[in-house]
Nanobody, 124 residues
Framework: QVQLAESGGGLVQAGDSLRLSCAGS????????MGWFRQAPGKEREFVAN????????YYADSVKGRFAISGDNAKNTVYLQMNYLKPEDTAVYYC?????????????????WGQGTQVTVSS
């Protein structure tokens, strides 16, 4: 059974950095597209970033491009989201997701597996 567990969220000030981690188990994550999504209160879950298997391609939402970086460690079955220059509008629950078909999509419907999420709060 595939499981994903996020960690690393917290309360920070605008301009600070955080690194989120997503540890996977029960799957061959090195062959998946791994993605990060976020959901702010009262809003739909939105795409943040993804990385295709073997790191052959990464893709970012315009709102985080140049500030966030996604990376993976296949040996540890872990994907990271380095978030720099955080803004109050980055406040949300951040979710890790996996697409076993490695489609590199920004659509949440393509992702079969999800973690429980980790809260990120950025104060102004």
């Amino acid at each position: 059974q595939v499981q994903l567990a996020e960690s690393g969220g917290g309360l920070v000030q605008a301009g600070d950095s955080l690194r989120l981690s997503c540890a996977g188990s029960g799957g061959t994550f090195g062959t998946y597209t791994m993605g990060w999504f976020r959901q702010a209160p009262g809003k739909e879950r939105e795409f943040v970033a993804n990385v295709m298997s073997r790191g052959i391609r990464t893709y970012y939402a315009d709102s985080v491009k140049g500030r966030f970086a996604i990376s993976g460690d296949n040996a540890k079955n872990t994907v990271y989201l380095q978030m720099n220059y955080l803004k109050p509008e980055d406040t949300a629950v951040y979710y890790c997701a996996a697409d076993p078909f490695n489609r590199g999509s920004a659509s949440r419907q393509r992702y079969a597996y999800w973690g429980q999420g980790t809260q990120v709060t950025v104060s102004s």
